[in-house]
């Protein structure tokens, strides 16, 4: 059974390429590669589309007992071949091998030598077609398995896991400083070039003590001097200078989460800072209260849907119904004053009650009516009833409003008899109140229980002529 070969001198090429190979697979400790031939590895991603393609047409015509034109398997088992090698190059050029890498390495190579021997047995008069079969079959196993290890490697170890519930990201109430607000970001952000299977520059970035020790220029990370630190001194480079981090192409980080990063560094570093460790006029603190407020859109998710056919049909040129985004229906109602008012015409929107999350009635001649219709929107956060005829006794029916942020009630009849009401709203967080019967030593008393709340009592009256100047202006347009 004399060895004869069919296509001459290719013989010798996909030989010379398997020894080639095997060579780099068992030495590769010992290799130092050139520059150049470590270039050549960055066309593994391009030239790997050849062999599957080449290889799947020829398995399929094998296994469906169509004869292979010779040149498309020779075709396919050398580029094959190529790929193997190239890949092997990347996989130098990137530096520390993690485990997904050095298993898409070693059944990558299986792949293409396991397909030269394919390719050596055509060469072979032999009797029976099994054995080419079972190899046929092998391979196609393993293009399946390898691109799956390679799609890992490229795209993250989950890319085919289902899309993750983001609510498992909720920041806890007295976070720790690292692990729930620093290596998220980090995770985002970084960590996907930076990991034990793909590591550019050398560089973890999965935990503290990888990233002081650093990558290819030394420590990443210096703890107390964010400044001195390469991981941040990169964040600030120009987004078109080479070395800015994340590289181009890639969401660059956020104003808040580079001060986070900064001031945790400054801090330090530590894993065990908490937030309650901080003091209340930290930087830090500020930023990492920001951060755990939750996505406002994501808060109005659980809103009744509405049909824009229904906000059409509610509004009218006196009274004007927006969503607060464009894909929420969490609602914003503006009700402006017509020629002949009528309670109706808020108590018409009773349909949509939950979802009104801004009502604006201010400057209507409101009674118990309408402030029973506030009342009873459970949503409600921002209310605006200023320059309306209202008392102490109207404003008692608001005082189950549990989400109340922010409320207009200057120029009214309200009193001191509020102030229990508004010392009670713990949720508010702006207060516009002035020529109202509500002394100034009770807006104190106010001030000195609820230390947060922004108190607007007509003090700056430049503030004052601009509230008054947005709420008066449309409604002085429609006589
Ligand atoms: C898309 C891949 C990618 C992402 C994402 C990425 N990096 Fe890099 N990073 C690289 C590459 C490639 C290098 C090596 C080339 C260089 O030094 O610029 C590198 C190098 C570095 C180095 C220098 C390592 C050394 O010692 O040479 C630091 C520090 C660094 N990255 C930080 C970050 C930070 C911080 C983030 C997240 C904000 C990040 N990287 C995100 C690809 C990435």
């Not at 390679?150 to 976070?175: C, R, S, V, W, Y």
């Not at 056919?309 to 894909?327: C, F, K, V, W």
């Not at 207009?408 to 207060?431: D, F």
């Amino acid at each position: 059974m004399a060895y004869t070969p069919k296509n001459g001198k290719v013989d010798y090429v996909v030989f010379g390429l398997s020894v080639f190979l095997i060579f780099c697979l068992l030495f590769e400790s010992f290799m130092e590669l050139p520059v150049w031939v470590a270039w050549l590895g960055r066309w593994h991603p391009l030239i790997l589309h050849f062999p599957i393609v080449l290889l799947l047409v020829a398995i399929f015509l094998g296994l469906t007992g169509r004869p292979i034109p010779n040149l498309l398997l020779t075709l396919a088992v050398i580029s094959a071949l190529i790929t193997a090698i190239s890949g092997f190059f990347l996989g130098k050029e990137t530096g520390g091998k993690g485990d997904l890498l050095l298993w898409h390495q070693w059944l990558g190579g299986g792949l293409a030598l396991l397909s030269a021997i394919w390719y050596g047995l055509e060469g072979l008069p032999l009797k029976h077609k099994v054995p080419v079969k079972i190899i046929q079959v092998l391979v196609l196993g393993l293009i399946v398995i390898t691109g799956h290890y390679g799609g890992m490697i490229t795209h993250g170890e989950d890319f085919l896991a289902l899309p993750k519930d983001k609510k498992q990201d909720i920041i806890p109430e007295n976070p720790l400083i690292y692990a729930h607000i620093v290596q998220p970001i980090l995770e985002n952000k970084c960590v996907k070039c930076h990991n034990p299977n793909k590591r550019k520059g050398e560089l973890l970035m999965t935990d503290i003590p990888s990233l002081i020790k650093g990558g290819e220029t030394g420590t990443a990370l210096v703890p107390g001097n964010p400044m001195e630190s390469e991981m941040i001194r990169r964040l600030h480079l120009p987004l078109e200078d080479e070395e800015h981090m994340p590289p181009k192409g890639e969401s660059p980080l956020t104003e808040s989460e580079m001060g986070i990063l900064e001031e945790w560094i400054s801090l330090g570093a530590s894993d065990t800072l908490q937030l309650e460790h901080l003091e209340s006029t930290q930087p830090l603190t500020a930023l990492i209260k920001e951060m755990m407020e939750p996505d406002p859109l994501e808060k109005w998710t659980s809103l009744p849907v509405v049909a824009d056919t229904t906000l059409i049909g509610l509004g009218s040129d006196y009274l004007t119904i927006s969503r607060l985004a464009s894909t929420t229906n969490a609602l914003k109602v503006n009700v402006y004053m017509p020629p002949q008012y009528d309670p109706q015409m808020v108590l018409k929107l009773e349909p949509i009650h939950q979802n009104i999350v801004e009502l604006d009635m201010s400057g209507l001649p409101l009674g118990m009516a309408e402030l029973a219709f506030a009342a009873n929107c459970p949503n409600l956060e921002w209310l605006e009833i200023d320059r309306s005829p209202i008392t102490d006794v109207q404003l008692d029916t608001l005082k189950n409003l549990s989400k109340l942020r922010l409320l207009k009630v200057y120029e009214t009849q309200i009193g001191n008899q509020s102030l229990p009401i508004l010392k009670q709203w713990n949720t508010l967080e702006s207060l516009y109140i002035w020529s109202t019967q509500v002394s100034e030593s009770a807006l104190d008393e106010l001030k000195r229980e609820n230390p947060d709340l922004l108190i607007e009592n007509g003090i700056d009256t430049e503030i004052k002529s601009y509230f008054q100047a947005l709420d008066s202006i449309p409604k002085n347009e429609n006589p």
